[in-house]
């Protein structure tokens, strides 16, 4: 008969947290970004909803170019079909908020071009680095994406439209 010893090593975070999921973490950045008020941009406009837009469209193209250069992937929110309102965006093995935070400014100040506001949260913690099945697992899949969700709720509560760095 095998026995087996007790390991004598303290679990770290991230082993804590791959031990109680199916899923591996890894250090990362997850950016979580909305539009302000989109709906009454669009209701003003004279839009429809389902459909994109020069906005969504334009965001849908900003949020690929941005995932492919950072190698992040797009976790929840690009929609071709009905354009992108908003995302989450993991960008795993990768602590560079600087460059990130630079681009995302671009991505900002061209969504603005268009007479919109656009909030954008960025976290570095531990990411799965996967896309989510549904909206559900992007929003409360992991404590790093609802701490990012949470934190773009509120700061959209109080008028948005800006950049949020918790590093």
């Not at 020069?54 to 929840?76: D, I, K, P, S, W």
């Not at 995302?104 to 996967?130: A, F, H, M, P, W």
Request: proline fraction near 2%; charge should be positive; glycine fraction near 8%.
């Amino acid at each position: 008969m095998m026995m087996m010893r007790a390991a004598s090593k303290t679990m770290t975070g991230n082993e804590e947290l791959n031990a109680q999921s199916d899923r591996v973490f890894t250090l990362g950045i997850i950016i979580a970004l909305d539009l302000d008020r989109f709906s009454e941009y669009v209701e003003e406009k004279g839009l429809d909803p389902y459909k994109p837009n020069m906005v969504t469209g334009e965001l849908t193209n900003l949020v690929e170019e941005f995932a492919r250069r950072h190698r992040g992937v797009v976790v929840y929110g690009l929609s071709k079909e009905r354009g992108t309102e908003e995302a989450i965006i993991e960008i795993p093995f990768s602590t560079d908020v600087e460059r990130v935070v630079r681009d995302l400014e671009e991505l900002k100040r061209r969504i603005e071009s268009y007479g919109v506001s656009i909030t954008i949260v960025v976290l570095v913690d531990y990411v799965t680095g996967r896309s989510a099945k549904n909206r559900r697992e992007a929003y409360h899949g992991t404590p790093a994406r609802r701490r990012a969700i949470r934190l773009l709720r509120e700061i959209k509560r109080k008028g948005g439209g800006r950049i949020v760095v918790v590093a």
